[in-house]
Nanobody
Framework: QVQVVESGGGLVQAGGSLRLSCAASGNIFSIVAMGWYRQAPGKQQRELVATMTSGGNTNYADSVKGRFTISRFTISRDNAKNTMYLQMNSLKPEDTGVYYC?????????WGQGTQVTVST
């Protein structure tokens, strides 16, 4: 099994930045992909934000892409620390929500408990 724990959320003003972390433990060598999701206030569904495969391929939701398709968010990882990151720049109030880390491994998936991100105007 794989366990994931998020951290790094907080309150930030619009236009500011935050970096979220997702620490993985357990059978980490079985992970085929990891991703970030968010759940906006009052919504039940979690929205995909970004994903990264074990091979390093990344994908971003249109909602986090900035002008000229340059992403406001960047997903990355530090294999030595077994940690995935989400660098969030140019934050907007609509980025507010609980951010969850998700790990996929053969036949299973794991979710973290979430970390709150609040972007004020």
């Amino acid at each position: 099994q794989v366990q994931v724990v998020e951290s790094g959320g907080g309150l930030v003003q619009a236009g500011g930045s935050l970096r979220l972390s997702c620490a993985a433990s357990g059978n980490i060598f079985s992970i085929v992909a990891m991703g970030w999701y968010r759940q906006a206030p009052g919504k039940q569904q979690r929205e995909l934000v970004a994903t990264m495969t074990s091979g390093g391929n990344t994908n971003y939701a249109d909602s986090v892409k900035g002008r000229f398709t340059i992403s406001r968010f960047t997903i990355s990882r530090d294999n030595a620390k077994n940690t995935m990151y989400l660098q969030m720049n140019s934050l907007k109030p609509e980025d507010t929500g609980v951010y969850y880390c998700r790990a996929w491994y053969p036949g299973f998936e794991s979710w973290g408990q979430g970390t709150q991100v609040t972007v004020s105007t």
